[in-house]
């Protein structure tokens, strides 16, 4: 399990001196989640842990007026965490959970935050992702202002592999847009 967390570092290029794969393994905890639907946070709970996904599909997401909107879908190789809650140390009501039977390395806050004034190339591993998590959310701000089948075919080439394994309606309630839009859609593209 180890070589999967340690070949996400290197994919981002960052290559982990000994020590630092040492002080890793101080801090990282395992988790395995068995099934679909399985709660890593709760809407009111306070964020405390950074994930890296080694297996699997989770989402977070969250409830406004009865809706559900899914703010993100993470899949192998992806490091995150409820950012808003971890960092402000307050709930936001987002919540975590499993699409699919999922591997998962986390790491305390505490563990974080100690981890950044002991390693350098840790440090600027954990920088770059928070960088590429603002920029994530600044483009997805943009797409989300664009036509419902725009957003739809952007999206499926983005992440082709989530068709077919995560259902429709957190797709859809991804893009936000109703799954009816969704179905829709897909059937005017001939896509079953």
């Not at 699409?99 to 350098?120: A, D, G, H, V």
């Not at 998590?133 to 983005?158: G, H, W």
């Amino acid at each position: 399990m180890i070589d999967k967390l340690l070949n996400i570092f290197e994919k981002s290029n960052y290559k982990l001196p000994e020590a630092d794969i040492g002080l890793l393994m101080q801090y990282i905890e395992f988790k395995e989640v068995t099934k679909k639907n399985e709660i890593l946070l709760n809407a009111n709970d306070v964020e405390t842990k950074s994930y890296f996904l080694l297996e699997g599909i989770l989402r977070i997401y969250n409830f406004e007026n009865g809706r559900e909107y899914t703010r993100n879908i993470f899949t192998e190789g992806d490091f995150f965490t409820e950012s808003s809650s971890f960092f402000t140390g307050m709930s936001h009501g987002f919540q975590i959970d499993s699409l699919m039977p999922s591997k998962i390395y986390y790491i305390r806050k505490e563990n974080f935050l100690e981890l950044q004034t002991k390693s350098q190339v840790l440090n600027q591993f954990f920088n770059k992702q928070l960088e590429r998590a603002l920029v994530f959310m600044i483009l997805r701000n943009c797409e989300l202002q664009k036509p419902a089948i725009e957003k739809y075919k952007s999206f499926r080439r983005q992440k082709p592999q989530l068709f077919g394994k995560v259902p429709d309606y957190i797709l859809s309630s991804y893009l936000n847009i109703t799954p009816e839009a969704f179905s829709r859609i897909q059937k005017s593209l001939n896509i079953q």
